[in-house]
């Protein structure tokens, strides 16, 4: 109620009552109580007409018709008054929460930045730590190098040293006896012609007689030849028996010769029969005494003192399988010259992909002799077949040389023994065959060449120590393929001066080579050879014998037709 009492405001505030004014002095305002306001010293300043005035402004206003209506403005100004307060604090609260939340989003900045820092230096610290890592990598290797270069040079002074001293001590040998034999000389000529001095009258005397006795006895035997050729010639033509004599012995002689030659070869062929290759053999490189050395003397020397140098040469294949047989080859050639035991290879995979080929190479690259023999021979032997093998590796076991065996299509005979269709005979020559090679050899390698190895008695799979499969060539092989057998039957022939008469229209041959291996995808290296000799039969039998593109496109054409008739008659029969 401090507006009854006019304290807080001034007599003109707006909105506020008008302020009644209070009459100067006049009425008690002490309230009674301490009237002669001696007694109690609280009360002796107090001003008692504030309270007289509220009192009669009190009372005028109940007296006022207007009493209730202010009372009622007062209080709806205190509710506005409250309410502005509440939302000033409203205002304040909300400004307290923003400003909180701008503290937290700074303190979360100012934390992704520290762990942005820190990040960062770790990274830094990490990365100098790689880099002095790597430093003190690289001076390590520095310092192994340059210890490495240092004993190297240092080696290298040495062998230079020795190879110093060594030249020094030959130079003066050399010298000395240089020296030695120039004085030695000196001697003898000396001496020598001292003595032809001493001796001159005697020495001419004697080539003089030595001189006139040769001429006598060159012309003694001048007239005596032509005395006896022409007493001989006047009765050998006056003489008819002498005659007919005479060319009877002359035919006789060449009759002589004649059977004497044939006779060898007669009995050579006899003897290799009956001692000889075995019959299951179907080609060697073995040469008996008659059969090789005395029948082709250069062929056997040839063959005997040269060894091929690359044992693929001529051998398209996959690099990798390349490498690989290039590494069987080197230990069987290392087997060989070491006497040790061989061990027996199978090869398998698509028919006309090198593998006989690869045998026959291997054979002559490691210096062995070697024997083809196909299994599919084997089977009409019957009951012969068991003595037919021991026989083959009777003949084996007398190579000096070691002997490959190369067996083709060897499952045709080598296969499971447990199959019912299997005969006795063909029971019993795989028996001799397990016999013959159960244990490991140092006189012959086993090479065993099949389509379906799939098919082979698991012992003989337990006789093979290395197995390598054949593929049939890819773009890339086949592309050398058809460079090799195209240089090997058209170029090489066309290089032929005087002799051929092939020629080869000129051509982009790289593009072409890339076109005709991409049509003969699937063709194996023997149908890529017979391309090859197909090319250079057309071109013989044209007009003017040059092989056209026209014709070798023509011949590509053929052999892939042929390829795709073969494969469905395969898949007809599979
Ligand atoms: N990889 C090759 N590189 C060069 N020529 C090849 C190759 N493969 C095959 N030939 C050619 O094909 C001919 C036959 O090859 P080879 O007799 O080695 O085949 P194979 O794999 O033994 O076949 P099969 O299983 O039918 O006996 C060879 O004489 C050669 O001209």
Redesign the pocket.
Known sequence: MSWIFGSNRGPNQPGGVPVVPVPSGGGDASGGGDKDGSGDKKWSGFDPTGLERAAKAARELNASPHAKNALELSQMQEQTRQLEQQRHIKEQEAAIHQLQSERVRIEQEEKRKTLQTETQHHQQRAQYNDQLARKRYEDQLQQQKRVTEENLRKQEESVQKQEAMRKATIEHEAKVRHEYDMQRMRAEVREKAKTDRENQDLTLEKIRVKAKEQRDTILQSIRTASTVLGEGASAFISDWNKITATIGGLTLLALGIYSAKHGTGVISRFIEARLGKPSLVRETSRMTLFGGMLRHPIQYYRRRFTKPEDALE????KSTLEKRLRDVAIATRNTRKNGGVYRNLL?Y???????????KSLAKHSGMDYAIMTGGDVLPLENEGVSAIHKVFDWAKTSRRGLMLFI??ADAFLRKRNTETMSENLRSTLNAFLYRTGDPSKKFMLVL?S?QPDLFDFAINDRIDEMVK?HL?DQV?RER?IR??FDKYVLQAAEKRGTSRLKVESMDFNSKVKEIAKKTEGL???E??KLGVAWQTSAFVTDDGVLTEDVIDARVNEMVDQHRQKIEWKTQID
Do not use: C, Q, V
């Open positions: 001529g051998i398209i294949l090869m995979g698509p028919p006309g992909t090198g593998k006989t080929l690869f045998a083709d299509e060449s389509n054949f060539p092989e393929l090799y057998y194996s290296g023997r890529i050879s």
